[in-house]
Nanobody
Framework: QVQLVESGGGLVQAGGSLRLSCAAS????????MGWFRQAPGKRREFVAA????????EYADSVKGRFTMSRDNAKNTVYLQMNSLKPEDTAVYYC????????????WGQGTQVTVSS
């Protein structure tokens, strides 16, 4: 079973940037499509971005398009989420996930990293 560990969260002012990382414990990571999700206090977890195994295909939530970029480095077993022009509404716990099934349900999750954007 692959384990995922997120890092890079923190406190940033509106308009600032952060880069989240998600490190996987096994080289089989490269065979998994990956995703980022987030959950704000009192809200349901929501999709942020997804990336194919090769990194050639990406998908973003409308709320982050043009501001966030997801990428992966299979040699380092790591995916990234570059977040620019951050807004207070981006405040949430961010989770990376791996191995979606045919229904798009992810089977492997990290523990999450807190991102707080101050106004």
């Amino acid at each position: 079973q692959v384990q995922l560990v997120e890092s890079g969260g923190g406190l940033v002012q509106a308009g600032g940037s952060l880069r989240l990382s998600c490190a996987a414990s096994r080289r089989t990571f490269s065979s998994y499509p990956m995703g980022w999700f987030r959950q704000a206090p009192g809200k349901r977890r929501e999709f942020v971005a997804a990336l194919s195994t090769s990194g050639g295909t990406t998908e973003y939530a409308d709320s982050v398009k043009g501001r966030f970029t997801m990428s992966r480095d299979n040699a380092k077993n790591t995916v990234y989420l570059q977040m620019n022009s951050l807004k207070p509404e981006d405040t949430a716990v961010y989770y990376c996930a791996a191995a979606p099934n045919a229904l798009g349900e992810y089977g492997i999750w990290g523990q999450g990293t807190q991102v707080t954007v101050s106004s």
